[in-house]
């Protein structure tokens, strides 16, 4: 009985602990289901969760720092790299 009963509680606790939603970084971001697609290139990208959007980089998961709460992988990306995309290195996104 006691064997049941700690199932049924780890069984309660799981789809909370699975919602993560939250970077390392500190930021609750929150986080959706993105459907699987074909890119114009015809790759084919399978369903997964992502950061909800906002005006910042600091607090996605493949940001440095992150961790992506539902893989395990830290983030390798610089939100302040200078790129063609963004020339001025900054980590927020301005005009989106």
Known sequence: MRKIAIIL?????????????????????????????????????APHQATNPN???LDNWTTKGNV?????????????AVTKANPTGSPYNYGK
Request: aromatic share 10%.
């Open 9 to 45: 509680l780890i069984a309660a606790a799981a789809p909370v602990a699975a919602k993560g939603g939250h970077s390392s970084g500190g930021y609750s971001t929150g986080s959706h289901a993105v459907r699987g697609y074909v890119t114009k290139g015809g790759t084919y990208v």
């Open 68 to 80: 992506n709460p539902y893989t395990g992988k830290p983030g390798t990306v610089d939100p302040y």
């Open 55 to 57: 005006n910042t980089k």
